[in-house]
């Protein structure tokens, strides 16, 4: 692809009218064992998948609809950190193409104004220790329209278009953020997780905010652990690591 210069990612680069679902083509190359750093993108998906098996609205030659294969040599339970590493590159991009004002918020979302832009799905395939393969899937709204959105959406959304009234040029918003990835991803090979923590913190919307989980538990945001937990301090002072759940601001 011209104009990238990557060290990991991009090795081949996979772009096709149609699929069911990146992730699902990506998963079927690494059990083909394609190379470290494939991307599948698709202009559109029949049965794009989003979280807690949920589907992601797909609509044709709109929106950045991309998988990417990564093969890191890391212990099991680090592979999470990957999730996190994707949502950085991906409001940093915004950030710095758009000047849109992109935050991350626990586990895996992308927001602007608290409305959804981005969303990201990461699969795993490892056996006890040894991590066989990890699949970032990315779902970034670029040029989908309001009238666009399904009218059921369970989370208000948004799209660069919506927010900035400007069309966004597909390739040159892939180029960037494969950039981006490929330089967080050598970083994170070599120096580990710690400064990409560090820009995830400043991302993110909910930091020092008093938020509740899953409206059950209260609480301000303090940070994040290396397991992706996210961590609170309730108002007893002790910290609670939250696993999953459905973080919101008081
Ligand atoms: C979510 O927020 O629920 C995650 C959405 C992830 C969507 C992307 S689009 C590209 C990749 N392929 C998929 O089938 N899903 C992810």
């Not at 079927?28 to 609205?57: F, K, M, N, Y």
């Not at 890391?74 to 590159?89: G, R």
Request: charged share 20%.
């Amino acid at each position: 692809e011209k104009g990238l210069n990557c060290s990991h990612l991009s090795t081949t680069l996979i772009c096709l009218p149609e699929l069911d679902s990146t992730n699902a083509r990506a998963r079927q190359l690494a059990e083909e064992d394609a190379a470290e750093g494939t991307v599948v993108i698709a202009d559109r998906q029949s049965a794009g998948r989003g979280r807690l098996g949920r589907c992601w609205e797909s609509p044709s030659a709109v929106n950045l609809y991309c998988s990417i294969l990564l093969r890191p040599q890391i212990p099991v339970q680090q592979a999470p950190q990957l999730t996190f590493l994707s949502a950085v590159a991906v409001a940093e991009t915004l950030q710095q193409l758009y000047r849109i004002d992109a935050k991350v918020k626990w586990p895996n979302d992308v927001l602007v104004d608290g409305k959804k832009i981005a969303g990201l799905l990461n699969e795993m395939n490892a056996e006890t220790e040894q991590i066989h393969f990890v699949i970032l899937g990315i779902g970034v709204n670029l040029n989908m329209s309001t009238e666009q959105f399904p009218e059921e959406l369970n989370y208000p959304a948004t799209s660069v278009l919506i927010e900035t009234g400007q069309q966004v040029d597909r390739p040159a918003f892939v180029r960037a953020l494969l950039q981006l990835l490929d330089d967080y991803y050598g970083e994170f090979l070599q120096q580990g997780f710690v400064s990409i923590r560090r820009r995830w913190e400043t991302l993110c919307d909910m930091m020092s905010q008093r938020v509740s989980v899953d409206n059950s538990m209260f609480g301000t945001v303090v940070g994040l652990d290396s397991d992706g937990a996210l961590r609170l301090q309730l108002d007893d002072g002790h910290i609670e690591r939250v696993m999953a759940g459905d973080v919101r601001p008081q």
